[in-house]
């Protein structure tokens, strides 16, 4: 079964520094890989996701991702952090693969919270 | 709608009690999701519908949970007998062959 380890749970990050935020993947197949982001009190809002093509995906709020097989890895990163980044950050698998090629079933990660610093 | 609708938004029931969670989806997605969050657990998966395939229930934490969605569309969350466990936010999603649009939720306390 596909599954999504997050190993970060709390990340502290200075305004204006780059992020990175890890997401590892396990899955029998190329994935489709998503991010969201849950803003305190907000509904859940897709950062980015990726099905094929270009490894490297680009977001919204500037953010973009990379998706590296040989690694299994899904990588979220933004060159310079603004206070109302702060939020959680989910990482996400679809199981395309036992539904017809369509999203299939949605398993998340345990979340990563950003907290930025001024 | 413009998004997917959730009611009600809050509900505070007695443990024992049954309670019954709606999900409006954005009309025309065939993809529809209830996952259950609960604090520093992230998103856990409940149940998926995907048109008229049989539902994955895997993700059901025992059989006091059920879902069903009819006609496709609406679909509703039942717990029997609510435990103070089953309290956290529960949050329904649709989609249609792309990304899963999310609706705000439903807290959901046991007291």
């Known amino acids: 079964a596909q599954s999504v ?3 970060d749970i709390h990340i502290t990050v200075s305004e204006g520094a780059s992020l990175e935020l890890r997401c590892n993947y ?3 197949a190329t994935p489709y890989l998503f991010w ?3 803003s305190p009190g907000q509904g859940l809002q897709l950062l980015l996701k990726y099905f094929s093509g270009d490894t490297l995906v680009q977001g919204i709020k500037g953010f973009e991702a990379e998706f590296k097989r040989s690694q299994s890895s899904f990588n979220l ?3 310079s952090v603004h206070w ?3 939020a959680e950050y989910f990482c996400a698998v679809g199981d395309y693969m036992n ?4 999203q299939g079933n949605l398993i998340f990660g345990k979340g990563t919270k950003l907290s930025v610093k001024p | 709608g413009a998004g997917v609708s959730q009611s009600p938004s809050n509900k505070v029931t007695e443990k024992g009690k049954d309670v019954e969670l709606r999900c409006d989806p954005i009309s025309g997605h065939t993809a529809l999701y209830w996952y259950r969050q609960s604090l520093g657990q992230g998103l856990e998966f409940l149940i998926y519908f995907q048109g008229n395939s049989a539902p994955d229930k895997s993700g059901l934490p025992s059989d006091r949970f059920s879902a069903e969605r009819t006609g496709g569309s609406v679909s509703t969350l039942t717990i029997q007998r609510t435990q103070q466990e089953d309290s956290a936010v529960y949050l329904c999603a649709s989609s249609f062959f792309s990304e899963a649009f999310f609706g705000q939720g439903t807290r959901l306390t046991v007291v």
């Open chain 1, 5 to 7: 380890t997050q190993p």
């Open chain 1, 26 to 28: 396990s899955y029998g």
């Open chain 1, 36 to 38: 969201y982001v849950q």
């Open chain 1, 77 to 79: 990163r933004k060159p």
């Open chain 1, 84 to 86: 109302s980044d702060a």
């Open chain 1, 99 to 102: 539904y017809g090629g369509s």
